[in-house]
Nanobody, 120 residues
Framework: QLQASGGGLVQAGGSLRLSCAAS????????MGWFRQAPGQDREFVAG????????YRADSAKGRFTISRDNAKNTVYLQMNILKPEDTAVYYC???????????????WGQGTLVTVSS
């Protein structure tokens, strides 16, 4: 089970840190990803991280602004979001996958989502 938190309302240019806590003892077996979905739009990949945390990958929209990290001892993955823009407004989801992938259909488990609203 994945539980995302940390969303909220922030002004453009501000920062937020999302967290996703996983239950169980298999967290370190999964690659983790963050996705987002704005109203009326498809779910899109934001960032991903490998099992050990040694490799990360981000969508072009996230490069230079968002950082993904994980703490396997705490069963938690994070998304640090800086220089937020109104177009970042979306529900953000964390997800777990057995493979390294940016395709949402390949993820096995999903959190419930946390809403991020960026005002201009």
């Amino acid at each position: 089970q994945l539980q995302a938190s940390g969303g909220g309302l922030v002004q453009a240019g501000g920062s937020l840190r999302l967290s996703c806590a996983a239950s169980g003892r298999l967290f370190s077996m999964y690659n983790m990803g963050w996705f987002r979905q704005a109203p009326g739009q498809d779910r899109e990949f934001v960032a991903g991280i490998s099992r050990s945390g040694s490799s990360t990958y981000r969508a072009d929209s996230a490069k230079g602004r968002f950082t993904i990290s994980r703490d396997n001892a705490k069963n938690t993955v994070y998304l640090q979001m800086n220089i937020l823009k109104p177009e970042d407004t979306a529900v953000y989801y964390c997800a777990a996958a057995l493979t390294v992938t940016t395709t949402w259909r390949s993820y096995n488990y999903w959190g419930q989502g946390t809403l991020v609203t960026v005002s201009s």
